[in-house]
Antibody, heavy 123, light 107 residues
């Protein structure tokens, strides 16, 4: 059974960097059939996909244009985890953040999700 | 970006009712569509992928259909645990996008 355990601060000051970690158990961050995604949810924006990382002989990343200049998603194979960094945050980045496993075969789906981390951007 | 719209936004129903939710895409997405439900305080949970494939462990009262731009999620006989918010989501093109949700409430 795949489990995704998220951690990271719940409060970030404006202009600073939001950093979250998602520890993977039951699968490998280097899996050739999965991708590791970050998604956020807020009342104003609904569910918003932020980006993903995946390994297919080398590492790839895809990012949403809305955050592309500010976002980095990195795998850590030694700890079997994936991290999210979002720079220069504003109150509009206040949201519930999720990591999710994407199975990339057969049209794709997010089949396992982390528990969610509520991040508030405020001074 | 591909926009997904859902109808209705809100649905009031009784246990045992047949419920249908529609998701429309702003352009064709073949069968690259998934359905999730979400209960308060929980992460979304996968119900259907590839438009009509039931996720392992999901009850057979859930079914999905459609391709291209119009999709439906049907619950054949609503159960108490099905009162939740339902989202469609497309995997055809980046950025992956979600519908705004349909809340199913108890009548």
């Amino acid at each position: 059974q795949v489990q995704l355990q998220q951690s990271g601060p719940g409060l970030v000051k404006p202009s600073q960097t939001l950093s979250l970690t998602c520890v993977i158990s039951g699968d490998s961050v280097s899996s050739n059939s999965a991708a590791w995604n970050w998604i956020r949810q807020s009342p104003s924006r609904g569910l918003e996909w932020l980006g993903r990382t995946y390994y297919r002989s080398k590492w790839y990343n895809d990012y949403a244009l809305s955050v592309k200049s500010r976002i980095t998603i990195n795998p850590d194979t030694s700890k079997n985890q994936v991290s999210l960094q979002l720079n220069s945050v504003t109150p509009e980045d206040t949201a519930l953040y999720y990591c999710a496993r994407e199975l990339t075969s057969n049209y794709g789906r997010f089949d396992f999700w982390g528990q969610g981390t509520l991040v508030t951007v405020s001074s | 970006d591909i926009q997904l719209t859902q109808s209705p936004s809100f649905l009031s129903a009784s246990v045992g009712d047949r419920v249908t939710i529609t998701c429309r895409a702003s352009q064709g997405i073949s069968s690259y569509l998934a359905w999730y439900h979400q209960k308060p305080g929980k992460a979304p949970s996968l119900l259907i992928y590839a438009a009509s494939t039931l996720q392992s462990g999901v009850p057979s009262r859930f079914s999905g259909s459609g391709s291209g731009t119009e999709f439906t999620l049907t619950i054949s006989s609503l159960q108490p645990e099905d009162f939740a918010t339902y989202y469609c989501q497309q995997f055809n093109t980046h950025p992956f996008t979600f519908g705004p949700g349909t809340t199913v409430d108890i009548k």
